[in-house]
């Protein structure tokens, strides 16, 4: 894309029919599965504008030019502060401040919890046998809970609470974009020097990525792998002592943030790079930090779970991290994991600058005639790709393709590098074009953050629902049912989120594994509300799925004569 006229339709040809046919094979997909839903309903449209936009500018593109003036550091400062303060303001007028999905709620629970100064909140005696219907997803040790803290690594979490006590802690993932791209800038003037057009390029396709900018509103964890992959990175280019131990310092922080494998495995292909270039000595003090910063966060859930009193207790048992954590998603295959990988790619492509894809396939082939940083940025993607793919296809919630948002600057810097082969070929307008499309993300970006304001307002709706609940106790109807492939369940167990503390009131179940004598428990302890489908579909959640839904319905008819039923 954007060469000589030569190769410009054979070029554009390739990319627009390799995303042409998973885009009809998935137009035409049935299912109740997240993914396609929201590839149906928003990404659609986008990828076929990306498409046009393909065409048209192989054939087409304006004489516009990229300034070739450097980029001054007070200007990008200025543009990052503008942007983390709209990010910001996004986050409440946009968001709501409020984290629909269990993976953004979780941070908030971690939170409340580590305020207290513990790593894990016991379980009340009297609520044991109700912990899953309480917190009924991402709990540590869920099968056999005895504390209330998330699955999840700890210092995402502590971040946003250690931000908590300066300022608003949604202020938090806007400065870490910030952050993320000054360390990005630093990595671009180092690797093309006096090319300013290559690194206004880079910096337009970080700027201009709505999944990087929408994920910043959100408490997701992935804007702090971007940011601190990016800061590892600087870090690691500058070498020297200071470089390599402010890189490994940053690795700690990295790995600990959510989940254990993103940092490692982005950082892996640039220590095997080095090696490859014989420094060998500086790969084994990097595979002996990464060794020990694993061992250290692989015990924390054993450190966590033991601060509950569970080993005092003799009445649990601890989670075993490689045999009950990493071991059931290595050999339990989904025989969706193909259609789910087609959904998120062609969804990430659509968050994306539309220039993205051509720039990077103007980078590809510098990986097989090069040994430059182009190999591990390319070969790193590619292995997170083929990783997710056979162990976590399946990502729920989220804006773009969020496993890859970690990369997001490896993409931005592999344009770059595209950018450079394409515009020098003869007759080539790479600027335009490069120009032309990042006008056109902007109209895609608008019909993104559209969508995503009522899809936060369906939430927020069935969030105000059973707040308003006059009882005790609101029983949510979280089962499944065969023909919504689990869908269903994904979406309202996000509905029932309580306090760590359990001092909110209505507290909220789960229906999936309430049984009548649990119910009848809660009848004796006080009164006792429902929120069925039908109320949600009332206020326009979960259009879907069912009205009908036998187990519920059948749970609920126990109690029915009971008093406690409101």
Known sequence: MFVSPANRLRRNDVIAVALLIPFLWVLFARGDVMPLYWFQVSDKPIIVGLMLGFVITARWAPGWKIPNVEPRLWHLCLVGIVTAFALYWGSYDLMGNFPISRDEEMVVFDMAVFAKGHLAEPVPAQWREFATELVPAFLLNE???????????????????????????????PILVLAGGLALFDIAKRLF???????????????????????????????????????????????????????????????????????????????????????????????????????????????ATLQTGVAAMGGGQQDDFLRDRVWPLLVHRDSMTIPFMTLNLLRFLAWQNFALLPLVAGAVPLMFRTRSIVCPLAWGIFIAILFFTLVLPFQGHGWGYRYLHPYLGSFALLAGFGYQQLAAEPGARTDGAVLLMSGATLVGAVTLLAHTRDFVAQHLAVEQLVARQMSDFVLIDTDDLPSTDGAWSANAIDIVRNRPDLSNRPLRFSSRSMQPAMLEELCRRGTVATVTRADMHGIGFGLNSPVSSPRFEKLVATIATNSCLK
């Open 193 to 303: 020097a006096n090319d300013n057009r290559a690194i206004w390029v880079t910096l337009l396709i970080y700027l201009l990525s709505t999944q990087m900018l929408v994920n910043a509103m959100t408490t997701y964890a992935m804007t702090g792998h971007m940011a601190l992959n990016l800061i590892w990175l600087a870090a690691f280019l500058r070498g020297r002592f200071w470089g390599h131990a402010g890189a490994i310092a940053t690795a700690a922080f990295a790995t600990g943030l959510h989940q254990l494998a993103f940092h490692p495995l982005f950082a892996a292909p640039f220590v095997l790079w080095r090696l490859r270039q014989g420094q060998w000595r500086l790969a084994l003090i990097y595979g002996t930090a990464y060794a020990l910063i694993i061992a250290l966060w692989i015990s924390y859930p054993v450190i």
């Open 143 to 173: 099968d056999h809970p005895r504390g209330f803290v998330s699955a999840y690594l700890p210092v995402n979490a502590w971040l946003r609470l250690g931000f908590s006590f300066i300022t608003d802690p949604a202020l938090m993932n």
